[in-house]
Protein backbone atom coordinates (compact mmCIF):
# COMPACT_ATOMS: atom_id res chain seq x y z
CA UNK A 1 0.00 0.00 0.00
CA UNK A 2 1.83 3.18 -1.25
CA UNK A 3 -0.41 6.93 0.28
CA UNK A 4 -3.89 6.54 -0.38
CA UNK A 5 -3.87 4.76 -3.28
CA UNK A 6 -6.34 1.85 -3.98
CA UNK A 7 -8.92 2.60 -1.29
CA UNK A 8 -10.82 0.06 -0.16
CA UNK A 9 -15.25 0.85 -0.32
CA UNK A 10 -16.25 -2.35 1.03
CA UNK A 11 -16.99 -1.21 4.34
CA UNK A 12 -18.46 1.60 3.29
CA UNK A 13 -21.38 -0.62 1.80
CA UNK A 14 -22.54 -2.06 5.69
CA UNK A 15 -25.27 -0.54 7.54
CA UNK A 16 -23.30 -0.54 10.55
CA UNK A 17 -20.14 1.44 9.78
CA UNK A 18 -22.24 3.97 7.24
CA UNK A 19 -24.23 4.32 10.79
CA UNK A 20 -20.37 5.32 12.20
CA UNK A 21 -19.19 7.43 9.13
CA UNK A 22 -23.06 9.45 8.42
CA UNK A 23 -23.03 10.72 12.16
CA UNK A 24 -23.19 14.88 12.01
CA UNK A 25 -19.13 15.99 12.83
CA UNK A 26 -16.70 18.34 11.88
CA UNK A 27 -14.65 16.09 10.62
CA UNK A 28 -15.83 16.47 6.72
CA UNK A 29 -17.73 13.16 5.37
CA UNK A 30 -14.80 12.31 2.29
CA UNK A 31 -12.07 12.47 5.34
CA UNK A 32 -14.33 10.21 7.32
CA UNK A 33 -14.95 7.83 4.70
CA UNK A 34 -10.95 7.55 4.41
CA UNK A 35 -10.14 6.90 7.73
CA UNK A 36 -12.54 4.21 8.18
CA UNK A 37 -11.10 2.59 5.28
CA UNK A 38 -7.72 2.87 6.85
CA UNK A 39 -9.10 1.14 9.75
CA UNK A 40 -10.73 -1.70 7.69
CA UNK A 41 -7.43 -2.68 6.27
CA UNK A 42 -6.48 -3.11 10.00
CA UNK A 43 -9.10 -4.56 11.72
CA UNK A 44 -11.45 -6.38 9.15
CA UNK A 45 -8.85 -7.47 6.62
CA UNK A 46 -6.03 -7.96 9.42
CA UNK A 47 -3.47 -6.20 6.87
CA UNK A 48 -0.18 -4.16 8.31
CA UNK A 49 -1.36 -0.86 7.10
CA UNK A 50 1.96 0.37 5.49
CA UNK A 51 2.24 4.28 5.39
CA UNK A 52 5.47 4.86 2.31
CA UNK A 53 4.56 8.48 1.43
CA UNK A 54 4.25 10.20 5.01
CA UNK A 55 4.10 13.49 3.27
CA UNK A 56 1.33 12.64 1.70
CA UNK A 57 -0.67 11.25 3.63
CA UNK A 58 -0.45 14.09 6.23
CA UNK A 59 -1.70 16.38 3.33
CA UNK A 60 -4.62 14.52 3.12
CA UNK A 61 -5.86 13.13 7.21
CA UNK A 62 -3.57 15.44 8.70
CA UNK A 63 -2.89 14.69 12.43
CA UNK A 64 -4.86 10.96 11.81
CA UNK A 65 -1.11 10.27 10.74
CA UNK A 66 0.67 10.80 14.18
CA UNK A 67 -2.14 9.55 15.73
CA UNK A 68 -2.74 6.01 13.71
CA UNK A 69 1.39 5.08 13.86
CA UNK A 70 0.92 6.27 17.49
CA UNK A 71 -1.77 3.64 18.14
CA UNK A 72 0.22 0.61 16.07
CA UNK A 73 3.30 0.89 18.15
CA UNK A 74 1.27 0.08 21.00
CA UNK A 75 1.14 -3.46 21.96
CA UNK A 76 -2.59 -3.39 22.84
CA UNK A 77 -3.62 -2.38 19.29
CA UNK A 78 -1.86 -6.02 18.17
CA UNK A 79 -3.34 -7.52 21.13
CA UNK A 80 -6.96 -5.65 19.67
CA UNK A 81 -6.53 -6.82 15.94
CA UNK A 82 -6.08 -10.82 17.60
CA UNK A 83 -9.49 -10.44 19.42
CA UNK A 84 -11.03 -9.03 16.42
CA UNK A 85 -9.94 -12.00 14.56
CA UNK A 86 -12.28 -14.19 15.93
CA UNK A 87 -14.99 -13.99 13.76
CA UNK A 88 -16.34 -11.70 11.23
CA UNK A 89 -19.18 -10.44 13.52
CA UNK A 90 -16.39 -9.16 15.69
CA UNK A 91 -14.22 -7.77 13.07
CA UNK A 92 -17.02 -5.72 12.08
CA UNK A 93 -17.98 -4.75 16.06
CA UNK A 94 -14.60 -4.00 16.54
CA UNK A 95 -13.86 -1.89 13.61
CA UNK A 96 -16.84 -0.03 14.52
CA UNK A 97 -16.07 1.01 18.21
CA UNK A 98 -12.53 1.93 16.98
CA UNK A 99 -14.02 3.94 14.45
CA UNK A 100 -16.51 5.84 16.42
CA UNK A 101 -13.31 6.53 19.08
CA UNK A 102 -11.01 7.85 16.76
CA UNK A 103 -13.61 9.92 14.90
CA UNK A 104 -14.41 11.49 18.41
CA UNK A 105 -10.96 12.24 19.24
CA UNK A 106 -10.73 13.84 16.07
CA UNK A 107 -13.75 15.66 16.02
CA UNK A 108 -13.65 17.98 18.83
CA UNK A 109 -10.16 19.39 20.06
CA UNK A 110 -12.23 19.73 23.41
CA UNK A 111 -12.22 16.16 23.70
CA UNK A 112 -8.81 15.91 24.23
CA UNK A 113 -8.17 16.80 27.61
CA UNK A 114 -11.40 14.49 29.25
CA UNK A 115 -9.60 11.68 27.36
CA UNK A 116 -6.23 12.50 28.90
CA UNK A 117 -7.31 13.70 32.11
CA UNK A 118 -5.72 10.95 34.13
CA UNK A 119 -2.10 11.00 33.13
CA UNK A 120 -1.63 14.48 31.60
CA UNK A 121 1.20 16.21 33.46
CA UNK A 122 2.72 19.74 33.70
CA UNK A 123 5.82 18.44 31.38
CA UNK A 124 3.61 17.42 28.50
CA UNK A 125 1.15 20.70 28.09
CA UNK A 126 3.13 22.31 25.46
CA UNK A 127 3.09 19.39 23.47
CA UNK A 128 -0.65 18.67 24.52
CA UNK A 129 -1.52 22.32 23.01
CA UNK A 130 0.85 22.00 20.30
CA UNK A 131 -1.19 18.78 18.78
CA UNK A 132 -4.63 20.69 19.61
CA UNK A 133 -3.54 23.52 17.23
CA UNK A 134 -2.55 21.00 14.55
CA UNK A 135 -5.93 19.33 14.65
CA UNK A 136 -7.44 22.34 14.37
CA UNK A 137 -5.09 23.32 11.51
CA UNK A 138 -6.64 19.51 10.00
CA UNK A 139 -10.30 20.34 10.40
CA UNK A 140 -9.60 23.79 8.57
CA UNK A 141 -7.54 22.34 5.77
CA UNK A 142 -10.74 19.74 5.42
CA UNK A 143 -13.58 22.22 5.41
CA UNK A 144 -11.33 24.87 2.78
CA UNK A 145 -10.84 21.35 0.57
CA UNK A 146 -14.85 20.52 0.66
CA UNK A 147 -15.69 24.61 0.05
CA UNK A 148 -13.83 24.66 -2.73
CA UNK A 149 -15.63 24.19 -6.20
CA UNK A 150 -12.54 22.56 -8.05
CA UNK A 151 -9.88 20.25 -6.50
CA UNK A 152 -7.91 22.23 -4.31
CA UNK A 153 -4.36 22.67 -4.70
CA UNK A 154 -3.31 21.84 -1.13
CA UNK A 155 0.02 23.64 -1.55
CA UNK A 156 -1.33 27.38 -2.33
CA UNK A 157 -0.84 29.52 0.54
CA UNK A 158 -4.01 30.70 2.61
CA UNK A 159 -4.53 33.71 4.41
CA UNK A 160 -6.95 31.78 6.93
CA UNK A 161 -4.14 29.32 8.49
CA UNK A 162 -1.90 27.10 7.36
CA UNK A 163 -1.35 25.16 3.98
CA UNK A 164 -0.81 21.39 3.37
CA UNK A 165 2.96 21.77 3.04
CA UNK A 166 3.13 24.00 5.69
CA UNK A 167 1.42 21.27 7.97
CA UNK A 168 3.85 18.28 6.83
CA UNK A 169 6.55 20.82 8.39
CA UNK A 170 4.76 21.53 11.56
CA UNK A 171 4.20 17.60 12.31
CA UNK A 172 7.74 16.22 11.10
CA UNK A 173 8.87 19.59 13.72
CA UNK A 174 7.34 18.14 16.00
CA UNK A 175 7.48 14.18 16.04
CA UNK A 176 11.49 15.13 16.18
CA UNK A 177 10.86 15.88 19.78
CA UNK A 178 11.13 13.11 22.86
CA UNK A 179 8.33 15.17 24.45
CA UNK A 180 5.76 14.77 21.88
CA UNK A 181 6.45 11.11 21.42
CA UNK A 182 5.72 10.51 25.12
CA UNK A 183 2.64 12.51 24.70
CA UNK A 184 1.53 10.60 21.14
CA UNK A 185 2.08 7.40 23.07
CA UNK A 186 -0.33 8.50 26.25
CA UNK A 187 -2.98 9.76 23.94
CA UNK A 188 -3.05 6.29 21.60
CA UNK A 189 -2.66 3.96 25.06
CA UNK A 190 -5.76 6.43 26.63
CA UNK A 191 -7.79 5.89 23.63
CA UNK A 192 -7.12 1.78 23.05
CA UNK A 193 -8.01 2.15 26.75
CA UNK A 194 -11.64 4.03 25.88
CA UNK A 195 -11.92 1.12 23.12
CA UNK A 196 -10.79 -2.03 25.13
CA UNK A 197 -13.59 -0.85 27.82
CA UNK A 198 -16.28 -0.31 25.17
CA UNK A 199 -14.90 -4.20 23.39
CA UNK A 200 -15.33 -5.52 27.53
CA UNK A 201 -18.90 -4.57 27.00
CA UNK A 202 -20.14 -6.22 23.85
CA UNK A 203 -17.50 -9.38 24.38
CA UNK A 204 -19.42 -11.69 25.93
CA UNK A 205 -22.29 -11.26 23.53
CA UNK A 206 -19.93 -12.18 20.34
CA UNK A 207 -20.99 -15.84 20.18
CA UNK A 208 -24.54 -15.18 19.63
CA UNK A 209 -24.19 -12.07 17.69
CA UNK A 210 -21.97 -14.48 15.42
CA UNK A 211 -24.91 -16.87 15.43
CA UNK A 212 -27.50 -14.28 14.20
CA UNK A 213 -25.13 -12.88 11.27
CA UNK A 214 -24.83 -16.89 10.05
CA UNK A 215 -28.93 -17.36 10.76
CA UNK A 216 -29.38 -13.89 8.70
CA UNK A 217 -26.58 -13.42 6.45
CA UNK A 218 -26.32 -10.58 4.74
CA UNK A 219 -27.86 -8.17 7.88
CA UNK A 220 -25.02 -7.36 9.49
CA UNK A 221 -24.93 -5.04 12.98
CA UNK A 222 -27.77 -2.99 12.58
CA UNK A 223 -30.68 -2.13 15.12
CA UNK A 224 -33.17 -4.92 13.52
CA UNK A 225 -30.27 -7.38 14.57
CA UNK A 226 -29.64 -5.83 17.84
CA UNK A 227 -33.16 -6.11 18.41
CA UNK A 228 -33.13 -9.78 17.87
CA UNK A 229 -30.21 -10.56 19.42
CA UNK A 230 -31.71 -8.93 22.78
CA UNK A 231 -34.69 -11.55 22.27
CA UNK A 232 -32.88 -14.33 21.69
CA UNK A 233 -29.79 -13.56 23.97
CA UNK A 234 -30.61 -15.66 27.03
CA UNK A 235 -31.13 -19.05 25.40
CA UNK A 236 -28.04 -18.25 22.04
CA UNK A 237 -25.93 -17.34 25.20
CA UNK A 238 -26.78 -20.22 27.25
CA UNK A 239 -26.95 -22.43 24.80
CA UNK A 240 -23.34 -21.09 23.18
CA UNK A 241 -21.53 -21.57 26.18
CA UNK A 242 -22.03 -25.06 27.73
CA UNK A 243 -20.36 -26.09 24.59
CA UNK A 244 -17.09 -23.06 24.71
CA UNK A 245 -16.57 -24.27 28.63
CA UNK A 246 -16.24 -27.72 27.95
CA UNK A 247 -13.46 -29.24 26.27
CA UNK A 248 -14.92 -33.07 26.25
CA UNK A 249 -18.12 -31.78 24.03
CA UNK A 250 -15.60 -29.51 21.69
CA UNK A 251 -13.80 -32.70 20.84
CA UNK A 252 -16.67 -34.71 20.28
CA UNK A 253 -18.15 -31.93 17.58
CA UNK A 254 -14.77 -32.34 16.21
CA UNK A 255 -15.57 -35.94 15.19
CA UNK A 256 -18.76 -35.44 14.02
CA UNK A 257 -18.72 -35.64 10.37
CA UNK A 258 -15.15 -35.13 9.86
CA UNK A 259 -14.66 -37.98 6.57
CA UNK A 260 -12.08 -40.46 6.80
CA UNK A 261 -8.99 -40.82 4.87
CA UNK A 262 -9.61 -43.56 2.13
CA UNK A 263 -8.16 -47.00 1.88
CA UNK A 264 -5.21 -46.48 -0.12
CA UNK A 265 -1.23 -47.30 0.61
CA UNK A 266 0.77 -44.40 2.57
CA UNK A 267 3.50 -43.21 0.43
CA UNK A 268 5.90 -40.69 1.26
CA UNK A 269 5.52 -37.31 -0.69
CA UNK A 270 6.67 -34.04 -0.44
CA UNK A 271 4.54 -32.32 2.80
CA UNK A 272 3.90 -29.42 4.59
CA UNK A 273 4.81 -30.77 7.77
CA UNK A 274 8.49 -32.07 6.70
CA UNK A 275 11.27 -30.36 7.71
CA UNK A 276 14.41 -32.01 6.38
CA UNK A 277 14.63 -29.14 3.57
CA UNK A 278 14.97 -25.19 3.75
CA UNK A 279 12.19 -24.07 0.92
CA UNK A 280 11.91 -20.07 1.64
CA UNK A 281 11.65 -17.43 3.45
CA UNK A 282 8.07 -16.26 5.03
CA UNK A 283 6.31 -15.01 7.83
CA UNK A 284 4.51 -16.92 10.61
CA UNK A 285 4.42 -16.94 14.42
CA UNK A 286 6.52 -19.70 14.44
CA UNK A 287 9.53 -19.03 17.06
CA UNK A 288 11.50 -22.23 16.60
CA UNK A 289 12.31 -21.46 12.74
CA UNK A 290 12.18 -17.43 13.47
CA UNK A 291 15.15 -15.94 11.42
CA UNK A 292 18.13 -14.78 14.16
CA UNK A 293 17.28 -11.09 12.61
CA UNK A 294 14.35 -11.14 14.68
CA UNK A 295 15.54 -11.69 17.91
CA UNK A 296 17.58 -8.34 17.36
CA UNK A 297 14.52 -6.57 18.15
CA UNK A 298 14.25 -7.92 22.09
CA UNK A 299 17.52 -6.15 22.24
CA UNK A 300 15.67 -3.18 22.60
CA UNK A 301 12.67 -1.40 24.67
CA UNK A 302 11.07 0.34 21.20
CA UNK A 303 11.55 -2.32 18.82
CA UNK A 304 10.55 -5.23 21.48
CA UNK A 305 7.51 -3.71 21.20
CA UNK A 306 7.28 -4.13 17.19
CA UNK A 307 8.66 -7.68 17.77
CA UNK A 308 5.24 -8.97 20.23
CA UNK A 309 3.04 -7.15 18.04
CA UNK A 310 4.63 -9.06 14.56
CA UNK A 311 4.52 -12.34 16.82
CA UNK A 312 1.22 -12.08 17.28
CA UNK A 313 -0.11 -11.34 14.34
CA UNK A 314 2.18 -14.02 12.78
CA UNK A 315 4.31 -11.96 10.65
CA UNK A 316 8.12 -12.82 12.07
CA UNK A 317 10.36 -13.56 9.28
CA UNK A 318 10.96 -17.51 9.27
CA UNK A 319 12.41 -20.32 7.80
CA UNK A 320 10.05 -22.33 5.59
CA UNK A 321 10.69 -25.91 5.89
CA UNK A 322 9.44 -29.29 4.00
CA UNK A 323 10.42 -32.62 3.70
CA UNK A 324 9.52 -36.11 2.90
CA UNK A 325 6.76 -37.00 4.94
CA UNK A 326 3.81 -39.92 4.71
CA UNK A 327 0.49 -38.83 3.19
CA UNK A 328 -2.64 -40.25 2.90
CA UNK A 329 -4.58 -40.69 0.04
CA UNK A 330 -7.25 -38.00 -1.15
CA UNK A 331 -9.81 -37.47 1.94
CA UNK A 332 -13.71 -37.15 0.89
CA UNK A 333 -14.96 -33.67 1.03
CA UNK A 334 -16.93 -32.78 4.14
CA UNK A 335 -20.26 -32.86 3.19
CA UNK A 336 -23.70 -31.90 4.57
CA UNK A 337 -25.09 -33.14 7.74
CA UNK A 338 -29.01 -34.50 8.68
CA UNK A 339 -29.62 -34.35 11.84
CA UNK A 340 -32.21 -36.31 14.03
CA UNK A 341 -33.27 -34.71 17.45
CA UNK A 342 -35.37 -36.08 20.14
CA UNK A 343 -38.23 -33.56 21.23
CA UNK A 344 -40.40 -35.98 23.41
CA UNK A 345 -40.90 -34.97 26.90
CA UNK A 346 -38.64 -37.79 28.42
CA UNK A 347 -35.78 -35.27 27.39
CA UNK A 348 -36.90 -32.43 29.54
CA UNK A 349 -35.11 -30.57 31.70
CA UNK A 350 -30.69 -31.72 31.35
CA UNK A 351 -31.07 -33.75 28.50
CA UNK A 352 -33.13 -30.73 26.65
CA UNK A 353 -30.18 -28.48 28.00
CA UNK A 354 -27.31 -30.59 26.34
CA UNK A 355 -29.28 -31.45 23.08
CA UNK A 356 -30.06 -28.06 22.06
CA UNK A 357 -26.38 -26.80 22.76
CA UNK A 358 -25.20 -29.62 20.57
CA UNK A 359 -27.31 -28.95 17.96
CA UNK A 360 -26.84 -25.52 18.17
CA UNK A 361 -22.90 -25.41 18.06
CA UNK A 362 -23.55 -27.88 15.10
CA UNK A 363 -25.19 -25.61 13.40
CA UNK A 364 -23.02 -22.63 13.94
CA UNK A 365 -20.19 -24.59 12.73
CA UNK A 366 -21.69 -25.76 9.54
CA UNK A 367 -22.76 -22.44 8.40
CA UNK A 368 -18.59 -21.09 9.00
CA UNK A 369 -18.04 -23.77 6.62
CA UNK A 370 -20.57 -22.95 4.35
CA UNK A 371 -22.20 -26.64 4.56
CA UNK A 372 -26.11 -27.38 4.46
CA UNK A 373 -28.00 -28.79 7.64
CA UNK A 374 -31.58 -30.02 7.79
CA UNK A 375 -32.48 -30.72 11.79
CA UNK A 376 -36.18 -32.90 11.99
CA UNK A 377 -37.29 -32.57 15.36
CA UNK A 378 -39.17 -35.62 15.87
CA UNK A 379 -41.27 -37.10 19.04
CA UNK A 380 -44.80 -39.41 18.55
CA UNK A 381 -45.86 -41.30 15.88
CA UNK A 382 -45.56 -39.21 12.07
CA UNK A 383 -44.92 -36.12 14.41
CA UNK A 384 -41.84 -34.00 13.11
CA UNK A 385 -40.93 -30.28 11.87
CA UNK A 386 -38.01 -29.73 9.46
CA UNK A 387 -35.95 -26.93 10.46
CA UNK A 388 -33.54 -26.35 6.76
CA UNK A 389 -31.02 -24.26 7.24
CA UNK A 390 -28.80 -24.25 3.46
CA UNK A 391 -27.45 -21.14 1.20
CA UNK A 392 -31.08 -21.68 -0.45
CA UNK A 393 -33.37 -21.78 2.57
CA UNK A 394 -32.55 -20.47 5.54
CA UNK A 395 -35.18 -21.18 8.40
CA UNK A 396 -33.55 -19.09 11.11
CA UNK A 397 -36.83 -18.01 12.51
CA UNK A 398 -38.15 -21.89 12.84
CA UNK A 399 -34.41 -22.26 14.12
CA UNK A 400 -34.45 -19.65 17.17
CA UNK A 401 -38.22 -21.13 18.02
CA UNK A 402 -36.45 -24.45 18.82
CA UNK A 403 -33.72 -23.31 21.27
CA UNK A 404 -36.71 -21.29 22.99
CA UNK A 405 -39.21 -24.04 23.22
CA UNK A 406 -40.04 -26.67 26.03
CA UNK A 407 -40.00 -30.38 24.71
CA UNK A 408 -43.32 -32.97 25.18
CA UNK A 409 -44.39 -35.67 23.69
CA UNK A 410 -43.68 -39.67 23.01
CA UNK A 411 -40.90 -41.19 20.99
CA UNK A 412 -40.37 -42.84 17.95
CA UNK A 413 -37.43 -43.84 16.15
CA UNK A 414 -38.90 -45.27 13.09
CA UNK A 415 -40.68 -41.80 12.43
CA UNK A 416 -37.03 -39.88 12.80
CA UNK A 417 -35.23 -42.43 10.85
CA UNK A 418 -37.54 -42.69 7.60
CA UNK A 419 -37.44 -38.65 6.93
CA UNK A 420 -34.09 -39.30 7.70
CA UNK A 421 -33.34 -41.50 4.97
CA UNK A 422 -35.93 -39.63 2.79
CA UNK A 423 -33.47 -36.40 2.96
CA UNK A 424 -30.57 -38.41 1.89
CA UNK A 425 -32.79 -39.09 -1.63
CA UNK A 426 -32.12 -35.63 -2.18
CA UNK A 427 -29.46 -34.54 -4.33
CA UNK A 428 -28.07 -31.99 -2.02
CA UNK A 429 -27.53 -34.41 0.75
CA UNK A 430 -26.97 -37.18 -1.34
CA UNK A 431 -23.54 -37.33 0.44
CA UNK A 432 -24.62 -36.66 4.16
CA UNK A 433 -24.15 -38.20 7.36
CA UNK A 434 -27.16 -38.56 9.38
CA UNK A 435 -26.76 -37.64 13.37
CA UNK A 436 -28.94 -39.18 16.39
CA UNK A 437 -29.39 -36.66 19.21
CA UNK A 438 -31.76 -38.80 21.59
CA UNK A 439 -31.78 -39.94 25.51
CA UNK A 440 -32.37 -43.71 23.60
CA UNK A 441 -35.92 -44.57 25.50
CA UNK A 442 -37.14 -46.28 22.08
CA UNK A 443 -36.15 -48.48 19.36
CA UNK A 444 -36.33 -48.85 15.59
CA UNK A 445 -38.69 -51.72 15.06
CA UNK A 446 -38.90 -51.35 11.38
CA UNK A 447 -36.49 -53.72 9.27
CA UNK A 448 -37.02 -52.25 6.08
CA UNK A 449 -35.70 -48.78 7.75
CA UNK A 450 -32.58 -50.53 9.19
CA UNK A 451 -32.32 -52.65 5.26
CA UNK A 452 -32.35 -48.94 3.70
CA UNK A 453 -29.67 -47.33 5.96
CA UNK A 454 -27.15 -50.23 5.76
CA UNK A 455 -27.97 -49.97 1.91
CA UNK A 456 -26.79 -46.23 1.86
CA UNK A 457 -23.84 -46.99 4.15
CA UNK A 458 -22.72 -49.13 1.52
CA UNK A 459 -23.26 -47.45 -1.67
CA UNK A 460 -22.81 -43.36 -0.01
CA UNK A 461 -20.61 -44.12 2.69
CA UNK A 462 -23.31 -42.68 4.70
CA UNK A 463 -22.66 -42.64 8.62
CA UNK A 464 -25.17 -42.17 11.41
CA UNK A 465 -23.61 -40.49 15.16
CA UNK A 466 -25.40 -41.03 17.64
CA UNK A 467 -25.25 -39.13 20.95
CA UNK A 468 -27.66 -40.06 24.19
CA UNK A 469 -28.31 -37.45 27.04
CA UNK A 470 -29.42 -38.61 30.37
CA UNK A 471 -28.79 -42.23 29.92
CA UNK A 472 -26.11 -44.55 30.15
CA UNK A 473 -26.96 -46.92 27.39
CA UNK A 474 -27.89 -46.25 23.50
CA UNK A 475 -29.70 -49.96 23.66
CA UNK A 476 -30.58 -50.94 20.52
CA UNK A 477 -29.01 -47.31 18.45
CA UNK A 478 -25.63 -48.99 19.26
CA UNK A 479 -26.23 -51.99 17.07
CA UNK A 480 -26.33 -49.54 13.63
CA UNK A 481 -24.74 -47.20 14.75
CA UNK A 482 -20.95 -46.00 13.55
CA UNK A 483 -20.14 -43.62 16.39
CA UNK A 484 -21.91 -43.53 20.04
CA UNK A 485 -21.47 -41.10 22.26
CA UNK A 486 -23.10 -40.68 26.15
CA UNK A 487 -23.03 -37.45 27.73
CA UNK A 488 -22.91 -37.84 31.67
CA UNK A 489 -24.43 -34.94 33.55
CA UNK A 490 -21.97 -34.98 36.83
CA UNK A 491 -23.61 -34.10 40.12
CA UNK A 492 -26.72 -32.03 40.08
CA UNK A 493 -27.58 -29.17 37.95
CA UNK A 494 -24.01 -29.62 36.58
CA UNK A 495 -25.06 -29.74 32.90
CA UNK A 496 -24.94 -25.56 33.23
CA UNK A 497 -21.15 -25.65 33.31
CA UNK A 498 -17.91 -27.43 32.48
CA UNK A 499 -18.71 -30.36 35.09
CA UNK A 500 -20.75 -32.41 32.13
CA UNK A 501 -18.77 -35.94 31.73
CA UNK A 502 -18.62 -37.51 27.96
CA UNK A 503 -17.18 -40.36 27.31
CA UNK A 504 -16.84 -42.37 23.98
CA UNK A 505 -18.68 -45.97 24.59
CA UNK A 506 -18.25 -47.27 20.87
CA UNK A 507 -16.26 -45.75 17.66
CA UNK A 508 -16.66 -48.30 15.37
CA UNK A 509 -16.46 -48.51 11.48
CA UNK A 510 -18.45 -50.69 8.94
Known sequence: MT???????????????????????????????????????????????????ARRFIERLGVFYMLFISLKACGDWAKLKSMAGSSHISRIIFLRIALATVLDLLDDPAALGYLLENGLNEDMLPYFEQFRAMLESTLELWHRRVKSERPVSLEAPSPSGLNGVELVE?????????????FMGLLARNALLAISESVNEVEGHLASLEVLSLLYPGRGWDHAMLELHRACYASLDKYSKLVELNEDLRKMLDGI??????PGVRRASPAGHGRSELYSITTSNDLQHMLPVESVKLQDETLKALFFARWIEGKLLTYQLIGKGFADGPRKKRGPMVALVDTSGSMHGAPEVIAKSVVLALVRRMLKEGRDVKVFLFSSVDQYTCIELTGSRRMASEFLDFLSNTFEGGTDFNTALREGLDALKEHEYENADLLFITDGLSAVSDELLLARLEDMKRRNGTRLYTIVVGNDDA???SDFSDHVFILACAGAGGFIGPEIAIKLISAKHK
Open 170 to 182: QVERYQEEEGSRQ
Open 257 to 262: GRSEAE
Open 475 to 477: GGL
Open 3 to 53: GLDGILKEPLGGEEIMEAIAMPRNIPRGAREEIASILYREIVLGEDYEIRD
